[in-house]
């Protein structure tokens, strides 16, 4: 009988000891990993739970959508063989939790950190870290909070550097840098015993890199800038990781001196400039028009023995396009030969697309003639970004005649170069030729998309060619196509706005007693065109359905709502949405209270027309030049003169002027 067990067992023996040598030598992939597993789970022995530990651990940390679901599964299979067999440790049961908070199943992290508990085992921070890091990754920090201070001391568990910087990483990806700031101030200056004990804690350059990155990432540049002085004034000096944050925010704020002042720094420090820091600052400059300035720090860049990456060429040949220096250009291109980097299509693509974005299509049309005589071919992309860099700044003519220089190119003009160029003679008011278009991308076998017939449909119905559009949207119903909410909307709105509100109306309903998922503008369209109507209680029905398909009112919606209820003198019904508006955190925009206030005014409720004003002038809003005609119109009436002190002081001007 023991001659039999030996092999399996002297197998095991074997199977722990590779496994741990390869967990040592970080060299255990995902897939060594899986067999290793299938080897050793049929012939292991209790002890061999830390060999099982380090391949689950493995698994679990490999990149890849589903490498902590494997590792759970396998988790599953090794609690089947038996819990005698291998019985799961503290170590164990943490990576099962970290799994299930990467695999976004918090629920059943905590439910396994309950069996920790259960166990007795004693409760350590590197579970409880996995736990935090789950809530701060499903945005619940501040329950994250309540675990790092309420929690981990009443478990006898001390929380360590990690614990903080995790919760500190979940404020900074809210937006929150302030309170992460105030628990930085916790761990370091806790007189009032608010932390839980936390002795030899200290923050480190991972503590401030966190901090200084949610700060660049707001573009609290002044803020950041604190920070870093109080890093240093701790003693604790910067990293790279530390000084790219900096440097990349100011130069990526165009503060050009602030940023470098950090370059400077960083040498005063013993840290040498690297690939990201020059690329920063060279591209910063090239968006400022200093271009001359850029290719000075290229080539110091150069000298240093720092080898620029195809980033940086980038960036210095947008910005010597956009002073027309074609003759360096292509000596650029020469040294990117030079350090082997081989420039194609998509790097022309880019530089291309950021030019035309800024209405530079001249400039972009001399960059695909210079790819042509480098001998890189421009592509499908190449040609769809010059068209929609002359429809962009409304040179119809020439984008349409790429299509025919796509044809000679051996390219075919795909359904993106007709929507782009449809686009282009709708906004144009040209309504004819995009029909013709459309037409001829049928002809052209070039399968329409949605895209193509929401603007086709918008454009006939803004160009009031209604028939045509009706017969258009009938047709798509008919042929099966799936319209989006973008199409209803264009629909609707073109149906109300050529009379036909009964038909809009009936589509809404339609659309509301379907799974259909509207959206907030669908909602605003048929408020509109009922109360222009007449039809104030389908109006008012449409208003309350809102919440019941998941939805909240937007500013729109409640300006339409408000100044009907004004208009009907129904104020103090005006006056409490209004209230609930503010409550449910919809903020009232100027377009609305310039509105409001001319809407109250024409029925003479001065009181209410001057709280909006107040709330206008909170806001730093500007009247609207029709809001300020009301005002001198109507204090210039005897009747409402006395009223002028009603309003907020800035107003009381108007009491001489209407004299």
């Known amino acids: 009988m023991s001659r039999r067990v030996t092999p399996a067992r002297d197998r095991c023996l074997e199977l722990e000891r590779f496994i741990a040598g390869r ?105 409880i870290n996995q736990l935090l890091n789950g809530l701060c990754e499903a945005k619940r920090v501040g329950e994250a909070m309540d675990v790092l201070l309420q929690r981990m001391p009443e478990f006898g568990c001390t929380p360590d550097l990690f614990s903080y910087n995790t919760i500190l990483k979940g404020f900074c990806n809210e937006k929150r840098a302030q309170e992460a700031l105030e628990l930085l101030r916790m761990m370091t200056d806790d007189r009032d015993g608010s932390c839980p004990p936390n002795v030899g804690i200290q923050p480190d350059v991972t503590t401030y890199s966190i901090l200084l990155n949610g700060y660049a990432s707001k573009g609290d540049l002044a ?46 420090h013993g840290l040498s400039p690297n ?36 980033i940086v060429f980038t960036s210095l040949v947008y910005g010597l396009c956009t002073v027309d220096k074609w003759r360096k250009v292509e000596e650029l291109f020469s040294e990117m030969l030079n350090q082997g980097i ?7 693509n880019t530089i291309m697309c950021n ?46 005649k790429l299509l025919d220089v796509m044809v000679s190119a051996g390219l075919k003009p795909d359904v993106v170069a007709y929507n782009t160029l449809l686009h282009g003679y709708c906004k144009a008011g040209r309504i004819d030729d995009a029909v013709r278009l459309f037409k001829e991308m049928l002809s052209n076998a070039v399968t329409p998309d949605i895209i193509t017939y929401n603007t086709i449909l918008h454009g006939l119905f803004e160009s009031g060619r209604f028939s ?86 937007d500013a729109v919606t409640y300006c339409l709502v408000t100044e009907h209820l004004i208009k009907e003198g129904l104020l103090d019904e005006f006056d409490n949405l209004f209230l609930a508006m503010e409550k449910s955190g919809c903020t009232p925009n100027s377009g609305m209270l310039n509105a409001i206030v001319r809407r109250l005014l024409h029925r003479g409720e001065i009181m209410r027309a001057g709280a909006c004003l107040s709330k206008i002038n909170e806001k730093n809003f500007l009247l609207e030049a029709s809001t300020t005609s009301l005002l001198l119109s109507v204090f210039s009436r005897e009747e409402y003169r006395h009223h002028v002190k009603s309003l907020p002081e800035k107003y009381h001007f108007l009491e001489e002027i209407t004299r």
């Not at 035309?356 to 970004?385: A, F, H, K, W």
Request: with cysteine; glycine share 6%; hydrophobic share 45%.
């Open 355 to 400: 030019l035309c974005r800024e209405g530079r299509v001249m400039e972009t049309q001399s960059l695909i003639d210079l790819m042509v005589r480098l001998g890189v071919r421009p592509d499908v992309i190449s040609y769809n970004t010059l068209i929609d860099g002359y429809c962009l700044v409304g040179r119809m003519e020439e984008a349409m």
């Open 223 to 268: 803020d950041m800038h604190d920070l870093l002085d109080l890093m240093v004034a701790n003693g604790i000096s910067p990293n790279h990781r530390v000084s790219n944050i900096v440097f990349c925010a100011y130069s990526k704020g165009g503060m050009i001196d602030e940023a470098m002042h950090i370059f400077d720094q960083m040498r005063q």
């Open 23 to 127: 967990a040592r030598s970080g060299s255990l992939g995902v897939d060594d990993a899986l067999k290793l597993f299938d080897e050793l789970l049929p012939i292991a022995r209790p002890a061999s739970v830390c060999a099982i530990n380090n391949l689950l651990n493995a698994v679990s940390r490999a990149r890849g959508p589903s490498t902590s679901a494997l590792a759970v599964s396998r988790f599953n299979r090794m609690a089947r063989a038996s819990s005698n067999k291998v019985p799961p440790d503290l170590r164990t049961y943490s990576i099962l939790i970290g799994c299930f908070c990467r695999i976004g199943r918090l629920e059943l992290g905590f439910a396994t950190f309950g069996l920790i508990l259960k166990t007795g085992w004693r409760v350590e921070a590197i579970v």
């Open 468 to 553: 045509e559009a009706k017969e258009l949207y009938l047709n798509m119903i008919k042929s099966g196509a799936q319209l989006n909410i973008y199409t209803y909307n264009i629909i609707l709105n073109g149906l109300c706005k050529n009379n036909s509100v009964d038909d809009a109306f009936k589509m809404f309903q339609s659309l509301c007693s379907t799974n259909f998922q509207l959206d907030t503008i669908t909602f605003n369209i048929m408020i509109d065109a009922l109360l222009k109507s007449g039809r104030k209680e389908d109006a008012m029905d449409s208003f309350a359905a809102i919440s019941a398909h998941g939805l909240v009112p």
């Open 342 to 348: 081989h420039p194609n299509a998509w790097f022309f």
């Open 275 to 310: 690939v990201v820091n020059y690329g920063a600052l060279i591209d910063a400059l090239c968006k400022l028009g200093r271009v001359d300035e850029a290719m000075l720090k290229f080539n110091q860049m150069i000298n240093e023995g720092v080898t620029p990456n195809i």
